[in-house]
């Protein structure tokens, strides 16, 4: 069985929400972790499902308009957050420490982080994926409690992927999931989850599930679609 993760981004309005819930209610809930925008966190409390935050704040509650606290969500049933997201990096300027300390955080409240890590265009025609990546993954984790880091959730975007129906070959997923597992394990001494994530469809989920060292997948577009996302979750069980 394959872990999915939905990660709905800032796509869907009420309304949309209000069909989605509907259509989802029934879904296999072992295998599958919703990440809405937040303001819809609730609408989804009387499923039953495995919820998470597309983001959290690095500050402790108080004072800081507009944030989200570890503690606010935990309190209303979150355990999952992502974090280090590309996006949340190009265009919210979130640096590595910014991402460390929301992983720290997230693990001191006991909920999982699903930390984002990959490469840029450039950087994968310049053969860096390796580097880049075990570098992200190094920089948000090294100092951490090591006792917690098992319950860290790895997510492998390569960011030229992610909305680009463009995904790496079978092969070079395979390459980079063993070599992050090999870092954490040799390093933290840790057996994390890793999924891959970016542009996984109805179209590529067959032959993605071919991988088997790939634990789950962490999806974006296609987890706003009702009915290709259960078919999704369906092909990983
Ligand atoms: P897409 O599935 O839309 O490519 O997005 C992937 C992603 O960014 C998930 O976090």
Not at 173 to 188: D, H, M, N, S, V
Request: hydrophobic letters at 35%; charged letters at 25%.
């Amino acid at each position: 069985m394959k872990l999915v993760i939905g990660n709905q981004k800032s796509y869907l309005e009420k309304k949309e929400i209000d069909s989605f819930k509907q259509v989802i209610k029934d879904v296999n809930k072992d295998n599958f972790i919703l990440c809405p925008s937040s303001i819809y966190l609730n609408e989804f409390s009387d499923l039953g499902l495995l919820l998470g935050c597309q983001n959290v704040s690095k500050y402790d509650k108080g004072a800081t308009t507009g944030e989200l606290s570890c503690e606010q969500i935990k309190s209303i049933g979150v355990n999952f957050c992502i974090v280090g997201h590309s996006e949340r990096r190009q265009l919210f300027n979130e640096t590595i420490e910014d991402t460390k300390l929301k992983v720290s955080k997230l693990l001191e409240n006991c909920m999982t982080p699903i930390l984002c890590v990959g490469e840029t265009k450039e950087e994968r025609d310049n053969l860096k994926t390796r580097e880049i990546v075990l570098n992200e993954i190094e920089g948000a984790l090294d100092g951490l409690n090591e006792e917690l880091l098992n319950n860290i959730i790895i997510a492998y975007e390569p960011i030229w992927s992610i909305g680009t129906g463009v995904i790496p070959s079978n092969p070079e997923i395979e390459e980079i999931t063993k070599a992050i597992k090999e870092f954490l394990y040799k390093k933290y001494n840790c057996n994390n989850k890793v999924l891959y994530g970016g542009s996984v469809s109805c179209k590529n989920i067959d032959e993605l599930n071919l991988i088997d060292i790939v634990d789950g997948y962490l999806i974006g577009g296609a987890s706003t679609k009702a009915n290709e996302l259960i078919e999704i979750i369906k092909k990983c069980e």
